[in-house]
């Protein structure tokens, strides 16, 4: 359902865009964004790196407020992965602090926006600085009733799998403890010890910079996600790429293995 009229959401579309294509009761419930480019982005400026994660910042702006007007429930944005930590130091520390700054100064008026901001990862090896900040926004916001925002952060899909199975290992030995039989490991169960347990699978992915890769993100979730992917380096992302990539999934034929009769 949209949160506000298209052309609002929408007010200066390009040539050969039309917003009022996009059909407002088939907009993916889920979109999920690797979020590619910044590095590049810089290097094309002769800037160093972390003034392309700067610019960044922006366009997961602009992203958050036209998902939530365009009504999706679910936004997950991929900030920094486990093999993140591989990047030069001073980079790794600025994108800490820029986390923890940007999500301080952002949580107000996501909060008016009424967003719920969530993270997915293993956040035990962030700075304290931006663990309290995560912390800050999930307890200012966790009432709210709009779109979701899961803020990926440390996270890496074979080591979520990992912790899963982990999951199921202690549920069957304390179910063989109490009971005297091994329970059936199943879909339902293994979900049960993901990040987003509770949350829809992603519909849409989108990835920008022209990359054609997943990059351990939700390995397991995107099973029968759409993809999109888009050439613009990620700090020039804007809601008519947004915009799009909507049209974009909203012509694909989801058959989820099946054959249409």
Same mark, same amino acid.
């Given at each position: 359902?949209?949160?506000?009229?298209?052309?609002?959401?929408?007010?200066s579309?390009? *040539?050969?865009?039309?917003?009022?294509?996009?059909?407002?009761?088939?907009?993916?419930? +889920?979109?999920?964004?690797?979020?590619?480019?910044?590095?590049?982005?810089?290097?094309k400026?002769?800037?160093?790196?972390?003034?392309? +994660?700067?610019?960044?910042?922006?366009?997961?702006?602009e992203?958050?407020?036209?998902?939530?007007?365009?009504?999706?429930?679910?936004?997950?944005?991929?900030?920094?992965?486990?093999?993140?930590?591989?990047?030069?130091?001073?980079e790794v520390?600025?994108?800490?602090?820029?986390?923890?700054? $940007?999500?301080?100064?952002?949580?107000?008026?996501?909060?008016?926006?009424?967003?719920?901001?969530?993270?997915?990862?293993?956040?035990?090896?962030?700075?304290?600085? $931006?663990?309290a900040?995560?912390?800050?926004?999930?307890?200012? $916001?966790?009432?709210?009733?709009?779109?979701?925002?899961?803020?990926?952060?440390?996270?890496?899909?074979?080591?979520?799998?990992?912790?899963?199975?982990?999951?199921?290992?202690?549920?069957?030995?304390?179910?063989?403890?109490? $009971?005297?039989?091994?329970?059936?490991?199943?879909?339902?169960?293994?979900?049960?010890?993901?990040?987003?347990?509770?949350?829809?699978?992603? *519909?849409?992915?989108?990835?920008?910079?022209?990359?054609?890769?997943?990059?351990?993100?939700?390995?397991?979730?995107?099973a029968?996600?759409?993809?999109?992917?888009?050439?613009?380096?990620?700090?020039?992302?804007?809601?008519?790429?947004?915009?799009?990539?909507?049209?974009?999934?909203?012509?694909?034929?989801?058959?989820?293995?099946?054959?249409?009769?």
């Amino acid at each position: 359902m949209l949160h506000k009229p298209l052309d609002a959401i929408f007010p200066s579309p390009p *040539d050969g865009l039309d917003p009022f294509a996009l059909d407002p009761e088939r907009v993916p419930e +889920h979109v999920a964004v690797i979020m590619d480019g910044n590095g590049r982005w810089a290097k094309k400026r002769a800037l160093n790196r972390l003034k392309g +994660h700067k610019a960044g910042i922006e366009a997961v702006r602009e992203t958050i407020r036209c998902a939530s007007d365009a009504g999706v429930r679910y936004l997950t944005i991929y900030s920094f992965s486990t093999e993140n930590w591989k990047r030069p130091e001073e980079e790794v520390v600025g994108l800490m602090d820029l986390f923890a700054k $940007t999500m301080l100064a952002e949580v107000d008026g996501l909060h008016e926006e009424h967003v719920r901001v969530r993270t997915i990862g293993d956040l035990s090896a962030l700075p304290e600085d $931006t663990r309290a900040a995560f912390d800050e926004a999930w307890k200012k $916001t966790m009432d709210n009733d709009g779109m979701t925002l899961l803020v990926a952060v440390n996270y890496g899909s074979r080591q979520e799998m990992l912790r899963a199975v982990q999951a199921c290992m202690r549920e069957a030995v304390i179910a063989a403890e109490e $009971t005297g039989s091994v329970p059936q490991v199943d879909e339902r169960m293994f979900e049960r010890g993901l990040y987003t347990a509770d949350i829809p699978d992603p *519909d849409l992915v989108i990835r920008t910079s022209g990359e054609m890769r997943v990059s351990n993100f939700l390995l397991w979730q995107m099973a029968y996600s759409e993809f999109y992917c888009t050439d613009v380096l990620w700090p020039d992302f804007d809601r008519y790429d947004f915009l799009r990539a909507l049209l974009d999934y909203q012509g694909r034929d989801r058959r989820f293995g099946a054959v249409r009769s």
